[in-house]
Structure formats: C-alpha cells, structure tokens
C-alpha cells in the first residue's frame, strides 16, 4: 500500500478531527507536542496529526481515514517502547492516552481495561479489592504494549506472563470491524495478539483474569562488585531451586556514589512466614551492604524503581535471553561494569521461570517459554552530549556478551535493530504470525512496530487452533 502525506488537506484532517469524540491536534496546537514525546528522549518526531481517542468508534473512525487517505499510522498508548515506534514522521497517531475506563469484578475476579491505562493506574484499582495480574516492574509503563508484547513481571513464576492471563480482547482492525478476540472468538487473532505486538489491529480493551494479591515479601540486597562473583553463583543456583511464588532480578549499575554493586531484588508472592523461611540462605549467606526485603504492598513494589526512570532522559538498550549465568559470562559482565559511562544505566538479569516458562511454545505468540534470564542492557543518560560514549559502550557489551546467549529476544526489549532481530524476537511462531497478519492486515497498515512484514517469503506453519494458556 502507497503511503503518503502530500494530497491531504486541511479540510481532510478538519473532517476527521469533527467525527472524534476526542480532538484532533496538529503542529502548533495546544498539546500536540505533549503528545508527541514519549519515554526515550532519543525521539523526537513530528507526526502529520494526532488523533486524540476518546473510545473505540474514534479508533475506527481515525483507521478508515488513514486507510482511505494511504497515510501512515502509528499508535500510542504508554509511549515507553524504547525503539519509540508510537511516533512517526508525517504520520497519524492514534493516541490512546484518554481511555482508561476499568470495570472490575471482584466475584469472578476478572477486569476490563482500556489500552490508555498505564501499571499504576491498573494496579490501583485491582488492589483495592486485593486482587492482581502480571504486569511489568515499571508502574507508568502502558498496560497495551506490555501484554501485546509477553508481559513480564514479578508475578510471572506463579501467574505467568501478562498474556497468559488475557482473556478476551476488543480489537479494531484494518478494515475498519470491531472484532472480539477469545479462545471462542476469532481464535487466531487472539493467538497473536499474546505476543505478537501491534502488528494486528488496535486493541480498544483488554480483560484480564486477576488473583489474590496483597502483601508480598520484597525488596532487594545490594553487594560491592567484588562480591559478585559470589553473590552470582550463589544466587543461580538459589532461584533455579526456588517454588514458583518466588520471582527475582540481578541487577548491576553504579551507586550515587559512582561505585560499581551488584543487587538481587525478590518478590515472594505466598505465605509470608514460608518466604521469611525460604529467602533466609540468600539473606544470610554472605553480608549485604543493604538488605530492604519486607512485607510490601504489591502496588508499592511496582512503583518501587520508578524513580530512577525519569521524563526526557535518552535510552539505547540491548537485550537478549541468558540460559545459564556461566563464570565466563560473570567475568564478562564485570569488565564492563566499572567503565560504564552512566550513572544512571543498568544490566539487568530478570528471572522467568514458574507458569510462565512452562506454557507451551507455541499456546501463545510469545515463544520464548524456558527457565531462563531476560537479559537487558539498559543504558539512559541525560543529554545528547552523551549519546555517542554510551551507545558505543552498550553495544561493545553486547557483542561481548553475545556468545553466551540464545539468538532470542523479549519484543518489549528491542529497538530498532532490522528484519534477523524481528525474527529473533517471534522465534519459531513468526511462521504462524505471518499467516495471521496477512489475514487481519495484508496491506500491513499497522507497520510502526516490531513489524511482521506480510510480503516476506517464509511460508506459514499448518497448525490446528490455538492452545489456551494455563491458568
């Protein structure tokens, strides 16, 4: 399909911005650079308009006219992809911000959520009736990118991931319908959009299934670097042992102090008096500098590390899966830790293990269905000025890294790194997502994303109808 800004009017734009309930904003107007600017300060970019969406007609309306009018599209909803893809040159965003309706049911302890809801705002509301879902670790993350892409998070060892916990799914696709996305429904649809991303239409409503969450045991312990090695074996063969209510990161960074530590943050989702009991070996086995760990209010856990995700800030990541934490992948590690450029930069090792790791690869589109550690470089730093020394440092670390993991990679996690990372990321289901992107959009409208190109060669898989996905 042939995409263009060059032969729409004023008057063209002015019709679609008098069929919204929300508003329609163009260059100049109030709020339209708001809209524009997302979690990486990297991207700066300035779309043709931004179409304001009040409710799921609006979605619709706005698709039509982008189709009608062979415009590009791209849709925001949290705006924290780091590749920034809710953005484009000359393009029209669909921005989803506005629509945070929740209808919550605590007797069957299900909710219905629109895509503008960011973690905080959902957790909010599903922890005052002591309930939760797996959703991230960074609470003003978007609940719509987060599950499209997998979803994890500090619930995902005895809950699974974000997308194992979808139930149904309100989805606007190319051609303009409305369709209901279930294990009943349009069930290769919903197959997809478990991990798929964005790649099949505009999810107007997500429902999710909830369980009992209240207080979690949870904080972290922080070491010196010299400690890591230690710290490092030790905590692989702890959590490789660990119940499923048990989920954990290692992280490395540079205190205030710009002194390289190593971290392990826990969050026991059982029994508090069976987690005291079980994290007491990694408690005590060798001697912290911090030990923070609790009873937590889960909300509180989640928005625990905002602070060190800033507004404006620049981010380049890379990202990978880590099987086995080997001595020689530690020494990797450590070499690179004390020249990093950042302060305020990260490695991080997110355990995914439990329910999530034991779903069939190929129940949902996430593939990635292993005990194992989703490996993220995230570098962030506050100027342009910067920009150079720390992505030649991510990326040297990387590469260094490179040999010890799998050629796999969390959507959620990846930039703007061509077509072999896109596949890396869809695994073995990227055959079956090509059969359903060409049914749903096979002029590939919905394109600003990890994208599933519908004109590739690779054939689709013959499979019989989706799996659901343990509870």
């Known amino acids: ?8 009017t004023g008057a063209d734009l002015d019709d679609l911005g008098s069929g919204l309930r929300g508003r329609l904003l163009r260059p100049g107007d109030d709020g339209y650079d708001a809209s524009r600017a997302v979690f990486n300060g990297m991207i700066d970019r300035r779309p043709l308009a931004v179409a304001r969406c009040a409710d799921a007609a609006d979605v619709v309306r ?12 791209s849709v925001r909803a949290g ?28 007797a069957t302890r299900t909710v219905r959520a629109e895509p503008g809801l960011t973690l905080a705002e959902f957790d909010a509301a599903t922890q005052a009736s002591g309930l939760a879902t797996t959703l991230g670790v960074v609470s003003m993350t978007g609940i719509a990118g987060l599950t499209l892409g997998g979803g994890l998070g500090w619930l995902n060892g005895r809950h699974g991931l974000a997308c194992d916990n ?18 009943d429904d349009n069930e290769d649809l919903f197959w997809g959009i478990r991990g798929g991303g964005g790649n099949f239409g505009v999810v107007t409503s997500f429902e999710y299934r909830l369980h009992p969450v209240d207080l979690v045991l949870a904080g972290g312990l922080t070491y010196p670097l010299s400690m890591a090695p230690r710290v490092l074996r030790f905590y692989d063969e702890f959590v490789k042992a660990a119940p499923d209510e048990l989920s954990t990161a290692a992280s490395l960074a540079l205190s205030p102090a710009g002194e390289p530590t190593v971290s392990i943050v826990v969050c026991y989702c059982g029994p508090l008096d069976q987690g005291e009991q079980l994290l007491r070996p990694l408690r005590t086995f060798q001697s912290p500098t911090a030990d923070s760990i609790q009873p937590t209010p889960y909300a509180a ?3 625990g590390g905002d602070a060190g995700f800033p507004d404006g800030r620049l981010h380049y990541w890379k990202s990978g899966y880590l099987r086995d934490l080997t001595d020689a992948a530690i020494g990797t590690l450590l070499r690179f830790v004390p020249s990093m450029p950042s302060a305020a930069s990260g490695i991080g090792l997110q355990q995914m293990h439990g329910v999530a790791s034991r779903v069939p690869p190929s129940a949902t589109a996430f593939p990635h269905r292993a005990e194992q550690y989703d490996f993220l470089i995230l570098s962030q730093w506050p100027d342009a000025a910067g920009t150079q020394r720390n992505v030649e440092w991510t990326k040297a670390l990387f590469q260094a890294m490179r040999p010890h993991l799998e050629d796999a990679v969390y959507v959620n996690n990846l930039g703007d790194e061509g077509p072999s990372r896109v596949r890396a990321a869809y695994g073995e289901n ?42």
Do not use: C, W
Not at 441 to 455: G, T
Not at 456 to 464: C, K, W, Y
């Open 1 to 8: 399909m042939a995409v263009g800004a060059a032969g729409v």
């Open 62 to 73: 706005a698709i039509t006219f982008v189709r009608d009018h062979r415009l590009r599209l």
């Open 79 to 106: 705006g924290h992809n780091v590749a920034g893809s809710a953005v484009v040159d000359d393009a029209v965003m669909l921005d989803l911000t506005a629509m945070k309706a929740l209808a919550l049911d605590p």
């Open 166 to 183: 979808l139930i149904a799914a309100e989805v606007a696709t190319a051609d303009g319908r409305l369709l209901r996305a279930s294990a």
């Open 301 to 303: 856990l989640q928005s």
């Open 430 to 471: 990227y055959p079956r997502l090509l059969a359903v992107k060409r049914t749903y959009d096979p002029d590939n409208l919905f394109r600003a994303n990890q994208n599933i190109d519908p004109s590739t060669d690779v054939l689709p898989e013959t499979r019989g109808p989706a799996s659901p996905a343990p509870a």
